[in-house]
């Protein structure tokens, strides 16, 4: 950290009384981890350390047994966390006035760590701003309340209330329904003030508790710093209130899913939005950036549906809502994975739909923008965009982890832009994942298969 930041770090503590600070890392799923440390310490240069073993564990707390991975990394490496004085946020429900700061991993050597997430993403806007193009996002993030529920194997509820009646499911933008939880969001909404988390709107979506997030356009590490914040922030409050917000990507199997919808868009040296041509239309520049993603999201899909559940979002079915099954394009047309809403040129963007609230931000980030890259800078043409329902066009994404997985590793491209060491150690958490799932007997086995084979 620069002089000037370091000064600046210490005055705002000053300001604030900061007495203590929380070092906070992002893992493969999202989670902030990290260490907490006295403000004085911090202020003296104090920097925590922590393995480079969080970035290839399990969701369930274990380690992949997998040889590639003591191949390439044989030692728990320790890694030194270093600010971004771009990421400092108030900790609002703190008793003692603390910071919580997102820190980037470096080895002891200045090497930066590729296995963090946010090194993912900020090695992709390094090939972005070599050739002058300044991406923009604005992530929207759907999630559920639901009663708080100790037992795993019980099917979750949303709350009681009249967002939570079966029949008034599936009736989108409700306010009445966003009232109802008007106590959680007051709260939500002051956390996010103080800790200036830009949220724009909240909506109550398809689903029974259902709601979603919208947050401003602006620059991509900035915007999944502010969603890992925000789900950490919203979780806190929910529980505040006795209840539990969850941005698993189908938590329950008769409501639709959660997504993480990416809106993307493209600014050049000028200022101006490279995805609209100078009549006001489609560039060919944006043209090929669908076209890339197009063509390489069926590998991606590991960041956008990392787990055995974000699948079961993407399946068609009476109760998936407008979750999408495959990578068409269109203008204002909800039934494809890749939404061009209409409006005036400076505001010309794809939305990628495919992501599920599960996802990791920078990951989803770093890989959608891999992919735009790839199709820009191979000139890659889209398909002819879809207009009416793209439903009828068919799944031609992988429909569970398993293949996705498969894609992913038959894809070097991806691999290149993303690193090498990232994608395998990727590979193989999410393979320990899936295995660690397989082994489980679940009790729809138990109900159909006990006594009748
Ligand atoms: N607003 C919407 O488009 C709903 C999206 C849907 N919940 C999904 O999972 O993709």
């Keep these: 950290m620069s002089n000037s930041a370091s000064h600046e770090l210490s005055e705002w503590f000053k300001q604030h009384g900061i007495t203590e600070v929380e070092c906070l890392v992002s893992d493969l799923t999202g989670i902030l981890k990290g260490k907490i440390m006295p403000a004085s310490k911090y202020l003296n240069g104090g920097r925590p350390r922590l393995p480079d073993s969080i970035f290839i564990q399990t969701v369930t707390g274990g380690y992949p ?89 019980y099917p979750l509820e949303p709350p009681i209330g009249r967002t939570g009646r079966q029949e008034s499911s599936r009736q989108s933008f409700s306010i009445d329904a966003v009232n109802e939880f008007d106590p959680l969001f007051e709260e939500m909404y002051d956390y996010c003030e103080a800790m200036d988390l830009d949220i724009d709107t909240l909506i109550h979506e398809e689903g029974a508790g259902q709601m979603e997030v919208n947050f401003q356009h602006g620059d991509p ?28 990507a189908k ?66 079915s009476e109760t998936s809502g407008s979750a999408p099954v495959n990578t068409e394009w269109g203008y204002d047309n909800r039934t494809v994975g890749l ?19 599960d996802a990791n931000p920078y990951l989803a980030m770093a890989a959608s923008l891999a992919c735009g890259y790839l199709g820009m800078i191979s000139q890659l043409d889209p398909r002819p965009p879809m207009v009416g329902s793209a439903w009828s066009a068919g799944n031609k994404l992988p429909d569970d982890i398993g293949p996705a997985l498969d894609a992913l590793r038959e894809c070097p491209a991806l691999s290149d832009l993303l690193g090498e060491r990232f994608v395998n150690s990727y590979l193989a958490v999410k393979r320990a994942e899936h295995t660690a799932y397989f082994r489980v007997i679940s009790s729809w086995e138990r109900e159909h298969l006990l006594l009748r084979v």
């Design 339 to 357: 939404r061009v809403p209409v409006g005036a040129p400076e505001a010309m963007r794809v939305e990628n739909r495919l992501g599920g609230a």
């Design 251 to 316: 938590p329950m199997a008769n409501e639709p899913g959660s997504s993480m919808h990416i809106h993307q868009s493209l600014i050049g040296d000028s200022g101006t939005n490279l995805f609209a041509g100078e009549d006001g239309q489609a560039s060919r520049l944006f043209h090929h950036y669908i076209g890339g993603l197009q063509q390489y999201l069926p590998a991606a899909m590991p960041f956008f549906a990392p787990n055995v559940n974000s699948y079961r979002r993407l399946m068609r």
């Design 221 to 248: 590490l900035m915007l999944a710093d502010q969603v890992v914040m925000f789900k950490r922030t919203l979780r806190e409050t929910a529980l505040r209130h006795g209840m539990y917000a969850t941005f698993m």
């Design 65 to 153: 047994d997998d040889e590639d991975i003591r191949f390439w990394n044989p030692a728990e490496l320790d890694m030194q966390l270093i600010p971004d004085p771009n990421a400092v946020y108030l900790v609002p429900w703190a008793d003692d006035p603390t910071a919580q700061i997102i820190h980037d991993c470096y080895y002891l050597t200045g090497e930066p760590v590729e296995l963090s997430p946010r090194s993912v993403l900020k090695r992709v806007l390094e090939l972005y701003k070599a050739r002058g193009w300044k991406p923009v996002v604005a992530p929207e993030v759907e999630f559920y309340l639901v009663k708080t529920n100790t037992d795993s194997d």
